[in-house]
């Protein structure tokens, strides 16, 4: 059957009582959202009908469309339709979307969405604030708390670190103070000031300047440091005076400088000031490379003052129980029995941590600070605050919330989904884990493939219909998987010892990686996978085995839109120096800097390079439109005159990774590139495409691509985190192939990874666990991928013993 106005395949549904995609019934009973004429990002003008009251999953390879149809459609015309009934001035308060490309959309009630992008961090989010459990734990020790003999009773607000009333006044409530010392500041003290002992001070004219002005201070800048007497190094290092003193500099070549008034700062007060107040993070994170972190003398690193940590429950104070991990502290609040006010108390928050432990996160302890959190965890505590709430008749909207987990933990997660399915809610998931797709009551299929090559629905309906669907690339998966092909494992070439490793919660544990293998580190949401593999990464950089070591991560290739693909690859430099050897650059004089937007000269003025422009609406929050002079190419018109066999360099930054490819094909050094990209399965992405619009697996594949198109001889180290973050099963495979490749070509390849089509394929499995946080730590089976599928112990084994039989 086919949705008349669709181009969805649907199917009858039938387990899901759900109604005939194509009926039409009375408006205010339609049992659908339906969705007309999306255009957002690569959607093709897409019609198609949402059930509502049920569990439906988006799929399709990464790139498809199917974000675009649930967050960049669904959702941002919930939210817009929600802001419409808001104040005008409240609205300019409220970060929006704006509203999609989209025809019309009817049946669609209020949504929530719970992504894995994060804020900026906060050392003062925690787990305990996101999901409001730390101001139940607050309440409970106002209230109900033991006090000193003749203390008084302390409002809740006073057991907050984030408010004056409790916040230790040492530390200003975050538990660490931070400090500086001589050798941090100066590492090589053999040199004199003016080759730059003070290794702390910044580059360039500012550097300079400070030097100046001590020179004028009457400071020897030429003398080597160890040289100069103590209290002198003590006073240029670490004084609190901020002298100012006319500054005469030395005549450089061509220049003329006039005497000025400068200032004199000491390293310590630039460091910390940099650290604290710069809102650049790199400035930031050099600056803390000159700083010592230790608990607070003063509040012992609990952040909070004595009066509050006098106060106990339990036997223990707040800050104690906010260490302890979800499951210990829902035991000991159950335990604690009191008078009828704690009794009442402890009973919501033990119901309350309930919900988050049923996602697989009662390692997690309430003091956990955010920052530390992976995106899936960070989702899922969002995801738990939520069932709480209690709300009915929403939408929510969620973004791989398998993510990071454990298939033991996924069991949990599809329990989750059906309770709010079941409390009157319809679930949206975007989601390419194979065991939440069975679970769903409708499936969209977006594609078929990526790109300019997707956006398009190939299926709308009850996942058993996806089977009809020979275009769809997660058909295969779903339906006709088969049991992995037996393969000759490789020899180790040595071995890579680690250890014994104390941090977080592993406790002395010792760990051997084989060299020249493909090595899968499993185990349940914090168990210490990613503890340990940061552990082997430290010992690797000492290893006389191995010559490098490479950590590809799905950290952003960037933080502003003028990151982008081509930029970090590289290929843009080779783009600029094509267009600088055209007879029309030669003939006008342009040099490769002209043909950046980063810089003046032949970007456009107007909006500077970005290709948009802010607009101020009165009443209304800022918006973007393209830039009125450049129309969002970027360069001004004399730039745009010069061409590359007929592309302009927009033009050439608009071409996909695909068709870059076949343009640059007579280019070594940009082919190579381009055939890595290509490689990766990052074909459909566009050469300009900014970083901030890329997701964390696309991030890690352009990464892993920039290392590919590096000559490798030396024997490097690969770590991966989760590489199948993100990626449909499609995806995996072309992922696979690249990492194998690696190991092929004699290097060693470790990945930290849940999905068991990864794990069948690796030389060497090393499980964690068998559990999360005190509970797991360890060890608990390592071997040959059948090896560890046996073992009584672990908790990976039933899963890979399953993909190994299938």
């Excluded at 009973?347 to 959190?373: F, H, M, Q």
Aim: charged fraction near 20%; glycine fraction near 10%.
């Amino acid at each position: 059957m086919r949705d008349p106005g669709t181009d969805a395949h649907a199917t009858e549904p039938t387990a899901t009582d759900l109604p005939e995609a194509g009926a039409v019934p009375a408006p205010s009973h339609d049992p659908f959202i339906r969705v007309r004429g999306a255009r957002e990002h690569n959607l093709r003008g897409v019609d198609v009908d949402l059930p509502r009251d049920a569990l439906t999953v988006f799929t399709g390879v990464s790139g498809s469309g199917k974000s675009s149809l649930a967050f960049g459609t669904v959702y941002a015309e919930a939210q817009r339709r929600y802001f419409e009934s808001v104040a005008p001035y409240a609205r300019r308060l409220i970060h929006q979307v704006g509203a999609p490309k989209v025809g019309e959309i009817t049946g669609l009630p209020p949504a929530v969405s719970l992504q894995q992008r994060r804020a900026a961090p906060n050392a003062r989010s925690s787990v305990g604030t996101v999901t409001t459990l730390s101001n139940s734990l607050r309440m409970l020790f106002s209230r109900a708390g033991s006090y000193p003999p003749g203390a008084e009773r302390l409002d809740s607000d006073a057991f907050s670190p984030n408010t004056a009333a409790g916040a230790c006044p040492s530390c200003h409530g975050l538990g660490r103070v931070h400090g500086t010392s001589e050798e941090l500041l100066v590492p090589d003290p053999s040199l004199s000031i003016r080759e730059g002992a003070i290794a702390a001070w910044p580059g360039a004219w500012q550097g300079k300047n400070l030097r100046d002005v001590l020179d004028a201070l009457g400071h020897d800048v030429d003398r080597p440091w160890r040289e100069l007497d103590a209290k002198d190094r003590d006073w240029i290092l670490f004084t609190e005076e901020q002298p100012v003193v006319t500054v005469h500099p030395v005549r450089e070549a061509g220049r003329i400088q006039r005497p000025y008034q400068g200032t004199y700062m000491s390293a310590r007060r630039y460091v910390m000031h940099t650290f604290s107040d710069s809102k650049s993070a790199t400035l930031r994170a050099k600056a803390e490379r000159f700083l010592t972190s230790e608990p607070c003398p003063v509040c012992g690193g609990s952040r909070l003052r004595p009066e509050a940590l006098a106060v106990t429950f339990a036997g223990r104070t707040i800050a104690e129980l906010a260490a302890l991990p979800l499951t210990d502290l829902a035991r000991t609040l159950d335990a604690a029995g009191g008078t009828e006010t704690a009794r009442v108390l402890t009973g919501d928050l033990v119901a309350r941590i309930a919900t988050v432990t049923e996602l697989g996160l009662g390692y997690l302890s309430l003091d956990r600070a955010t920052p530390t959190l992976s995106d899936g965890e960070l989702q899922r505590l969002r995801l738990a605050t939520q069932l709480r709430a209690g709300l009915f008749g929403v939408v929510y909207v969620l973004d791989e919330p398998s993510a990071g987990l454990h298939p033991a933990d996924t069991e949990a997660l599809l329990v989750v989904l059906d309770r709010l399915k079941a409390a009157g809610n319809t679930v949206f998931v975007v989601e390419h884990h194979l065991d939440v797709v069975r679970h769903a009551d409708w499936l969209v299929d977006v594609g078929p493939s990526a790109g300019e090559h997707g956006g398009r629905v190939l299926h709308s309906g009850p996942p058993a219909g996806l089977a009809q669907v020979p275009e769809s690339a997660t058909r295969r998966f779903l339906f006709d998987r088969a049991a992995p092909a037996e393969r000759t494992l490789r020899e180790p070439a040595g071995l890579l010892r680690t250890g014994p490793v104390d941090r977080h919660n592993l406790r002395g544990l010792e760990a051997a990686f084989p060299l020249a293998v493909l090595t899968a580190v499993t185990g349940v949401s914090g168990s210490g996978k990613s503890t340990l593999v940061g552990a082997l990464t430290e010992a690797a950089e000492e290893a006389t085995g191995v010559a490098r070591v490479v950590t590809v991560d799905q950290r952003p290739i960037g933080r502003t839109p003028r990151s982008n693909l081509a930029t970090y690859t590289g290929l843009f430099d080779v783009v600029r120096k094509l267009f600088t050897a055209t007879e029309e650059a030669r003939a006008r004089g342009y040099k490769a800097g002209r043909f950046s937007f980063n810089v003046p000269g032949g970007r456009c003025e107007t909006c500077q390079g970005e290709g948009f422009v802010s607009v101020e609406l009165l009443f209304l929050p800022s918006t973007y439109a393209p830039c009125p002079d450049c129309h969002g190419a970027r360069y001004n018109p004399e730039t745009l005159q010069v061409r590359l066999r007929g592309l302009t360099i927009a033009e050439v930054l608009d071409l996909t990774v695909e068709a870059a490819a076949g343009f640059f094909a007579d280019t070594p050094a940009a082919a190579r590139s381009l055939r890595t990209l290509l490689d990766v399965g990052l074909g459909y992405l566009r050469l300009g495409q900014p970083a901030t619009e890329l997701s964390g697996g696309e991030a890690q594949r352009i990464k892993l691509a920039a290392e590919l198109q590096r000559p490798r001889r030396a024997h490097t180290l690969y770590v991966l985190d989760e590489p199948t973050t993100g990626l449909h099963p499609a995806d995996v495979e072309v992922l696979m192939d690249q990492l194998h490749g690696l190991v092929d070509a004699g290097h060693t390849v470790v990945v930290v990874e849940h999905d068991m089509d990864v794990v069948v394929t690796a030389d060497w499995v090393l499980d964690m666990g068998p559990g999360g946080g005190a509970e797991g730590g360890r060890i608990v089976a390592e071997g040959p991928p059948s090896a560890v599928a046996g073992h009584p112990e672990s908790r990976t084994a039933r899963y890979l013993a399953a993909r190994l039989a299938r």
